[in-house]
Structures are given as C-alpha cells and as structure tokens.
C-alpha cells in the first residue's frame, strides 16, 4: 500500500499580525478535496468537519531572573510590547 502524503505550512501574509483568517483557505482546500486531512490549531473548526484532539500541550516561559514579566505574565502583545493590540 502506498501512502501520498503531502505537508503544507501556513503562515499569515506579510505584515498580517493574525492567524485568525489563514484557516479559512485549508477548509476550502478540504471542501474541494484538494486535501484529505489537516492538522489545525483547536478551536474554531467548522461544524461540518469531524475533528480529533491530537494531544495536548502544557507551555512554560522560561526567562532570567529579575524579569519584571515575571510579576504579570501575559500573552497580550500590546502589554508586552506596548503596542495596539487591535490590528
């Protein structure tokens, strides 16, 4: 038996500081059977696709001491960068 497998990795366009929209063209690509299966982050899956949880994953930070993140760890970039996090 042989197996076609395929990896394709999807990124944001340049300058486009979310993921949020790059999913939308792997689920046409299902849709039109231009790909069998995809590997996407959790979530926000269409309901007309079955899904399976792969596993999950625990992240830490690891940073040097006296870090002042470390007193209010956030994932928020506008607290981290101080930038608008509204883009």
């Known amino acids: 038996m042989i197996i076609d497998v395929a990896v394709r990795q999807i990124l944001p366009p340049p300058g486009v500081r979310t993921t949020a929209s790059v999913w939308e063209n ?3 690509d299902l849709d039109a059977h231009a790909m069998d299966i995809a590997v996407v982050p959790g ?20 940073m040097r001491r006296g870090r002042s993140f470390a007193k209010d760890p956030t994932l928020d970039r506008s ?9």
Do not use: K, N
């Open 79 to 87: 607290a981290v960068c101080g930038t608008s996090s509204s883009r």
């Open 43 to 62: 979530g926000d899956v269409p309901a007309r696709f079955a899904t399976r949880t792969l596993y999950e994953e625990e992240l830490v930070i690891a």
């Open 26 to 28: 792997v689920y046409a």
